[in-house]
T-cell receptor, first 112, second 110 residues
Framework: ETGVTQTPRHLVMGMTNKKSLKCEQH?????MYWYKQSAKKPLELMFV???????ENNSVPSRFSPECPNSSHLFLHLHTLQPEDSALYLC???????????FGPGTRLTVL | TQLLEQSPQFLSIQEGENLTVYCNSS?????LQWYRQEPGEGPVLLVT???GGEVKKLKRLTFQFGDARKDSSLHITAAQPGDTGLYLC??????????WGAGTKLIIKP
């Protein structure tokens, strides 16, 4: 595998379910990001990890919980989501903050 | 709060036509990145501009950074169906974050 991979690619869940999104980067980068992408809106930065340490949490509801066990893997744990949380969730990595970001293909999440 | 506005939001043109999309702000950015996102994929970096007034070319795509580093444009010459996608700009903001525009959705019809 090369680049940034994300699983699953599609996820449908009920509001009471618990699920997790997985991201893996094979680029040796130090920073990893979770973004939420909704139609006609700018990418919303959710979480940033730099050298495995969470450096930012942009006022994200607690029903989203990130985990970064090592510099190559990033998870987003989902619990008790709302229909408005339906969106494309993108993972990205970069060598340094503000440098080029490499994105995975995203997980298309639908909350029923 | 730093914002980036992209225009137009949507553009549909015939193959072979020229087009320009814009990325504007009232804030100064130290650099600006342009990405293209195709359906079912994540954004992919096209270019980074750093110096005010800088012009970069990528085949039929020409990117310009404004002299004051507050705005940027992307011009496509003789558009091809393969240019179809969502074009995103992102500026390196003062709070060490990338500030993203909402994107221009471009459709090139054969």
């Amino acid at each position: 595998e090369t680049g940034v991979t994300q699983t699953p690619r599609h996820l449908v869940m009920g509001m009471t379910n618990k699920k997790s999104l997985k991201c893996e980067q094979h680029l040796g980068h130090n920073a990893m990001y979770w973004y939420k992408q909704s139609a006609k809106k700018p990418l919303e930065l959710m979480f940033v990890y730099n050298f495995k340490e969470q450096t930012e949490n942009n006022s994200v509801p607690s029903r989203f919980s990130p985990e970064c066990p090592n510099s190559s893997h990033l998870f987003l744990h989902l619990h008790t989501l709302q229909p408005e949380d339906s969106a494309l969730y993108l993972c990205a990595s970069s060598q340094e903050r503000l440098r080029e970001q490499f994105f995975g293909p995203g997980t298309r999440l639908t909350v029923l | 709060t730093q914002l980036l506005e992209q225009s137009p939001q949507f553009l549909s043109i015939q193959e072979g036509e020229n087009l320009t999309v814009y990325c504007n702000s009232s804030s100064v950015f130290s650099s600006l990145q342009w990405y293209r996102q195709e359906p079912g994929e994540g954004p992919v970096l096209l270019v980074t501009v750093v110096t005010g007034g800088e012009v970069k070319k990528l085949k039929r795509l020409t990117f310009q950074f404004g002299d004051a580093r507050k705005d940027s444009s992307l011009h496509i010459t003789a558009a091809q169906p393969g240019d179809t996608g969502l074009y995103l700009c992102a500026g390196a903001g003062s709070n060490y974050q990338l500030i993203w525009g909402a994107g221009t959705k471009l459709i090139i019809k054969p």
